[in-house]
């Protein structure tokens, strides 16, 4: 390995002995000072480019390479945050048991497969105190479908525990209604906001943004009433558009997503908007509780309102402004046995989206080892 000691002092051979050899082919003193000074200059600019060129750097000093620069660490390590695993314990029926009733000692549960990259990150399911250390005083906005309220649930049941949420489940899922609470505890506010409708969400963005008081994380997602009331693909992509354009202009007032660690011009720093896109779960077709559902929400319609979904360049995974928590991957590795109506999941699927979320924010506000 070459160091950077011995990197001095080859230079300073090169730049004593190159001359003086040169002057055993007769050359002036004059000249000879300055083939001497131009070699000085030459390898001095050399070495303070050096750090520049990475091959270059790597080449020198192989130690450097192992410890990945933080951009790139985050990088790699959010695109692995999917790679999750169910598992069973105890006896478990194979179709549509749920979380709550495990008469049997039925508990499912999750983690992330246990292969080299994905243990390189690190990820750890945030306890509690780690989510009331990360979200304190934060203000938490999620907006959407059943399926955004379901995420709501697994946040709650986080930071306040069951009992907590057994409490408030009653106004919480009050058909088609917002709610809104302070956890006290750890000075969290928490807004649900009942937006079924894409247009819903442009609605409240367009509200933050008129209100210049924005979330310090907003959870948002919407599709299954588009595609059970609505049902019209070119429709639900142009919704979208209007979505990704009024949230891009949220963005140049507070938002660390696309700063990669250049400057910021955010009067607030403490203050950053983390923005997360809740992904339509995969639904199961035969099990759906009305033939309308039946008929419309069918494999071919969902993947042609994905496909609408990553063309809008709505997400960060096409390079747009919201990272997408993939409920529909998550639901299908939890596969039929994980819901009762094929399209609400048990439990466990959205403490996994829940705490891909966490680890999210966790690498984005890099306070992770690297
Ligand atoms: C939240 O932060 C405040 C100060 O900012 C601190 O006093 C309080 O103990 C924190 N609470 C938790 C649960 O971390
Ligand atoms: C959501 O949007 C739809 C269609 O634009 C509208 O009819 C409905 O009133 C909106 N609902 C809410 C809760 O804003
Ligand atoms: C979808 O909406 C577009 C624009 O409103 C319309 O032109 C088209 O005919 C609709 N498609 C279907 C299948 O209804």
Request: aromatic share 8%.
């Amino acid at each position: 390995m070459l160091g950077a000691v011995q990197l001095g002092l080859l230079a300073a051979c090169v730049v004593l002995f190159v001359p003086m050899g040169m002057a055993g082919w007769h050359l002036s003193r004059n000249k000879m000072l300055f083939f001497s000074c131009a070699l000085f200059i030459t390898l001095a600019v050399g070495v303070h480019l050096t750090p520049y060129f990475p091959s270059i750097s790597a080449f020198l000093s192989p130690s450097e390479v192992i410890s990945t620069p933080a951009s790139l660490y985050r990088d790699s390590c959010v695109l692995l945050l999917h790679r999750v695993v169910y598992s069973d314990v105890g006896e478990c029926d194979d179709i549509g048991a749920n979380f709550d009733d495990n008469e049997n000692g039925c508990k499912r549960s999750w983690d992330w497969t246990k292969n080299g990259e994905v243990d390189e990150c690190d990820f750890q399911k945030l306890k509690k105190s780690d989510a009331s250390d990360l979200l304190n005083g934060s203000w938490v906005v999620v907006a959407g479908d059943s399926q955004s309220r379901l995420m709501v649930v697994s946040l709650l049941e986080l930071v306040m525990g069951s009992e907590g949420v057994e409490r408030i489940k009653g106004d919480l899922f009050k058909r088609h209604s917002d709610y809104s609470v302070m956890v006290e505890e750890i000075g969290m506010k928490l807004d649900f906001v009942w937006a079924p409708y894409v247009a819903n969400l442009t609605e409240l963005t367009l509200r933050y943004k008129g209100s210049k008081d924005f979330p310090d994380i907003l959870m948002m997602g919407a599709g299954l009433w588009d595609m059970l009331h609505v049902n019209n693909v070119s429709e639900f992509g142009v919704s979208l558009r209007v979505l990704r354009d009024s949230v891009l202009t949220l963005l140049p007032v507070s938002s660390s997503l696309d700063a990669g660690g250049g400057v910021v011009s955010e009067p607030k720093p403490s203050h950053l908007l983390h923005l997360f896109w809740v992904g339509m779960p995969t639904l199961i077709t035969s099990m759906l509780n009305t033939a309308e559902k039946k008929q419309r929400m069918t494999a071919a319609m969902c993947s042609s309102y994905d496909k609408e979904l990553t063309g809008s360049k709505l997400l960060r995974q096409s390079g747009g402004p919201l990272l997408k928590l993939d409920i529909g991957l998550l639901s299908d590795f939890c596969g039929l046995r994980c819901t009762s109506d094929g399209m609400h999941y048990d439990e466990v699927v959205y403490d996994a989206a829940l705490q891909i979320m966490l680890n999210a924010l966790l690498i984005e506000s890099n306070q992770k080892p690297q």
